[in-house]
């Protein structure tokens, strides 16, 4: 079946340092969406990306989607400590109706102050 | 606006009995899926239902089961608890079920 590895499994920065994660799928996607979820909480919809080789950006973050829309990376400039979470992709295939996300095991985001 | 609800918040059971989890969707939003989460892991998708019919099953056995009611909410039920049960059951809602997802806090199961 359709899977969605994602690394780093996980990362420590000093604050102001910049993270990335990287999420790679083993089939063709539909569109891909990345999660936040702090400690204790749940996942939040942070955006999503459809085209081929798109790049979206939301402040300090920068999204892309791969050419041949199996991979995608989050880039976050410049860490604050309110970054701290794990960041999930999901993968989406289109069903009848809507999509099924296949989530990666997520990166866990620490920031030093 | 409410956003997704989900009840209760945390349930204690014991191996062999069954639940029902249930969620009410943000209003307008037909489509509800469900996710159980299991720590240290992402989430692993359960069902999607749409309009009240079922839309998608994920690689679960047939003791999960789940419904979506004529005013979108929706419930999951899972029969003969196993202790591998224990995780995090996360709802979501979209509109139409191909945006993304908003999620409830979810219902952290666990099974003794």
């Known amino acids: 079946g359709q899977q969605v590895m994602q690394i780093p499994q996980y990362q420590h920065v000093q604050e102001g340092e910049d993270f990335t994660t990287y999420c790679n799928s083993s089939?063709?996607?539909?569109?891909i969406q990345w999660y936040k979820q702090r400690p204790g909480g749940h996942p939040v919809f942070l955006i999503q990306?459809?085209?081929?080789?798109e790049v979206k950006k939301q402040k300090r973050l920068t999204f892309q989607f791969g050419e041949a829309k199996k991979n995608s990376s989050l880039h976050i400039t410049a860490t604050q400590t309110t970054d701290v979470g794990t960041y999930f992709c999901?993968?989406?295939?289109?069903?009848?109706?809507?999509?099924?996300?296949?989530f990666g095991a997520g990166t866990i985001l620490r920031v030093k102050s | 606006d409410a956003g997704v609800t989900q009840s209760p918040t945390h349930l204690i059971k014991t191996r062999g009995q069954h639940v029902t989890l249930r969620c009410s969707p943000i209003?307008?939003?037909?489509?509800v899926s469900w996710y159980q989460q299991v720590l240290g892991q992402g989430p692993q998708f359960i069902f999607q239902?749409?309009?009240?019919?079922?839309?998608g099953r994920g690689n679960f056995p047939d003791r999960f089961s789940a419904r979506q009611f004529p005013n979108y909410s929706s419930e999951l039920n899972v029969n003969a608890l196993l202790l591998g049960d224990s995780a995090l059951y996360l709802c979501?809602?979209?509109?139409?079920?191909?945006?993304?997802?908003?999620f409830g806090s979810g219902t952290r199961l666990t099974v003794v």
């Open positions: 209003s307008g939003h037909k489509s």
């Open positions: 979501a809602s979209s509109l139409s079920g191909d945006y993304g997802y908003t």
């Open positions: 990306l459809v085209k081929s080789g």
């Open positions: 999901a993968g989406a295939r289109s069903m009848e109706y809507g999509n099924k996300l296949v």
């Open positions: 089939t063709t996607l539909s569109n």
């Open positions: 239902y749409y309009e009240k019919e079922e839309r």
